[in-house]
C-alpha cells in the first residue's frame, strides 16, 4: 500500500518529466556558469581564454617548429658519381613520414649528401613526429636517376617541437605576471629564452663569465629529446654581438632572440648545461614489477628534471644560491606514492644531490636489489 497522503501516479505523470528537464537545464546552467569562473583568471584559463590573458604580458603560445628548419638534418644515399639530387625532392621515412630536400646534391665517391626538413603538419599541431636519429632509413619518393633509392640519416633530424601546450604557456605566463619586466634582471632572461619556440627551461648566471657577461641555460625536453633535451650546437653570443664567440645550433637561435631585448651594454652568451650523471642503488626491490620499476625510473627523472639546477651553488661574481641541490627526499617521497614500492631504501646517492656550476643532473642507471 502507498503511504497516506501519497500519489502513486506522480512518477508517470508530466511532472516528473518536467523535473527531469528543469534539473538538467540547471545543471548545465550552473555547468557554463563555473566555466566562465574558470576563464575570468589567468590561473585556471584554458585554450583561447588563457592566450588572450597570456598575451597581456606579451606571452604568445609557440608554435609547432619541424624538425631540421634550425639546423638541417642530412641524409645520405649511394649513387653513380656526377648525378644530382635537387632541391625540393620528397623523402619518406618508414613510417610515411616526408622530409624535403633543401640543399643540391651531387654524387662523388659513389655517395651524395643532402640538408633536408620534416614536411610541416597541414593542422600546424604537431612536429616533434619529425625528429629522428642517425642510422634511420630513408627512402626516395620518387626514382631519380643514378641515384640509389634508399639511403640513411648521417646528421640527426632534430628540433621539432608540438604547439605548445596549455600548462606549459599557463606556467610561462604565470612567471611573467609575478615576475614584470626589470630592464634585464635575471627573471627578464628567463622570460626570453623561453619566448623561443621549443624551450622549456631555462636559467640565467648574471656575471657567469665575468663582469658585463649574462651566462643563459637552456633546455629543450621535446625538440631535443633524441638528446635528452640538451641543446644541439654550440655555445656562444648572438651574430650581431662582435665581442665573443658566436653560437650555433639551437644556442644560437636563442641568443639571436634575445640579443634586441637585453640591456645594450650585456655580453649574452647561451650555453648548453652538461650532463651531471647521477646513478641509483635501490634496495628492497626484489618483489616489484618491471611496470613497477619503469614508474620509479619515471618518478626520479621527472623530480630530477623539476629540481635540477645548473646554476648549482656559486660564489664570487654571481650572487650565491643553493638551486642546485636536490633533497633526496623529494626523490623518497616520489617513489613512496607509487603503489607497491613500501620498504625501499635508497642506497646510492647517500644524501643530498649537490649542482655544480653548468652542470644538470640527469638519471643514470638504477640497480634494482632485493
Not at 183 to 209: H, I, L, M, Q
Not at 238 to 250: I, K, L, Y
Not at 268 to 273: E, N, R
Not at 346 to 363: C, D, K
Amino acid at each position: 500500500m502507498s503511504p497516506a497522503g501519497s500519489d502513486p501516479l506522480l512518477r508517470f505523470s508530466s511532472l516528473n518529466v518536467l523535473g527531469r528537464a528543469l534539473a538538467g537545464l540547471a545543471n548545465s546552467q550552473y555547468g557554463y556558469t563555473d566555466w566562465v569562473a574558470l576563464q575570468s583568471n589567468p590561473f585556471t584559463a584554458t585554450d583561447e581564454y588563457l592566450e588572450a590573458w597570456a598575451a597581456l604580458k606579451n606571452i604568445y603560445r609557440e608554435p609547432a617548429t619541424q624538425a631540421g628548419a634550425v639546423t638541417p638534418g642530412q641524409i645520405t644515399f649511394p649513387g653513380t658519381n656526377g648525378y644530382q639530387i635537387p632541391i625540393g625532392t620528397l623523402v619518406t621515412r618508414g613510417d610515411g613520414v616526408q622530409y624535403t630536400t633543401t640543399s643540391l646534391g651531387t654524387v662523388s665517391g659513389n655517395s651524395v649528401t643532402v640538408n633536408a626538413e620534416a614536411n610541416a603538419d597541414p593542422t600546424g599541431l604537431t612536429g616533434a613526429f619529425g625528429n629522428c636519429a642517425v642510422g634511420t632509413v630513408m627512402t626516395l619518393a620518387t626514382s631519380i636517376a643514378g641515384i640509389s633509392s634508399t639511403g640513411s640519416v648521417t646528421a640527426a633530424f632534430t628540433g621539432g617541437a608540438d604547439i605548445e601546450l596549455d600548462d606549459s604557456l599557463r606556467s610561462r605566463m604565470l612567471f611573467a605576471y609575478q615576475n614584470p619586466p626589470q630592464g634585464g634582471a635575471v627573471p627578464d632572461y628567463v622570460t626570453w629564452a623561453k619566448e623561443v619556440s621549443g624551450v622549456t627551461r631555462a636559467w640565467c648566471n648574471p656575471n657567469g663569465f665575468g663582469a658585463g657577461t649574462v651566462v643563459v641555460y637552456a633546455m629543450l625536453d621535446s625538440a631535443e629529446s633524441l638528446n635528452n633535451g640538451f641543446p644541439v650546437g654550440t655555445n656562444g653570443v648572438a651574430t650581431s654581438e662582435w665581442r665573443g664567440v658566436g653560437a650555433t645550433g639551437d644556442q644560437l637561435t636563442i641568443a639571436n632572440y634575445i640579443y634586441p631585448l637585453r640591456p645594450a651594454t650585456a655580453l649574452v652568451y647561451v650555453c648548453a648545461p652538461s650532463q651531471q650523471v647521477v646513478n641509483f642503488t635501490i634496495a628492497g626491490t626484489g618483489s616489484w614489477s618491471a611496470a613497477t620499476k619503469a614508474l620509479v625510473t619515471s618518478a626520479i627523472a621527472g623530480v630530477l628534471a623539476m629540481y635540477g639546477n645548473p646554476i648549482g651553488t656559486t660564489t664570487g661574481n654571481a650572487q650565491p644560491t643553493t638551486n642546485g641541490v636536490i633533497a633526496l627526499s623529494y626523490i623518497e617521497s616520489a617513489i613512496a606514492a607509487i603503489t607497491g614500492t613500501t620498504g625501499f631504501v635508497i642506497t646510492t646517492p647517500t644524501g643530498n644531490i649537490q649542482g655544480t656550476l653548468g652542470q644538470l643532473p640527469v638519471l643514470g642507471n638504477i640497480t634494482w636489489n632485493a
